[in-house]
């Protein structure tokens, strides 16, 4: 587990909705967390943004604490994307 950064991240509207876009490099492992600093999240959208070998390596999930993004991975050193939805 360790922190990490996005390599990108891109802010949208959606009416009252703020959404964050934030892509992360293919070196993203499962436990590693983002210090997101997004107040009010109240959905996490995570999908892989690489090449996939195997249905385990499609795999990515996460869980929220706060502002904080613990991205789960059916294989490690995966490009994942997050949208984040907040208000």
Same mark, same amino acid.
């Given at each position: 587990m360790a922190a990490v950064t996005p390599t990108s991240i891109k802010s949208f509207s959606i009416g009252d909705l703020k959404g964050t876009l934030a892509a992360f490099a293919n070196t993203t492992d499962t436990n590693d967390t983002w210090a997101s600093g997004i107040p009010g999240i109240f959905a996490v959208i995570?999908? *892989?943004n690489d090449s996939v070998t195997t249905q385990a390596s499609m795999g990515v999930g996460c869980?929220?604490?706060?502002?904080?993004v613990t991205i789960t991975l059916g294989e490690?050193?995966?490009? *994942?994307?997050?949208i984040v939805l907040s208000r």
């Open positions: 995570p999908y *892989v869980t929220v604490s706060g502002s904080t490690d050193n995966t490009a *994942v994307n997050l």
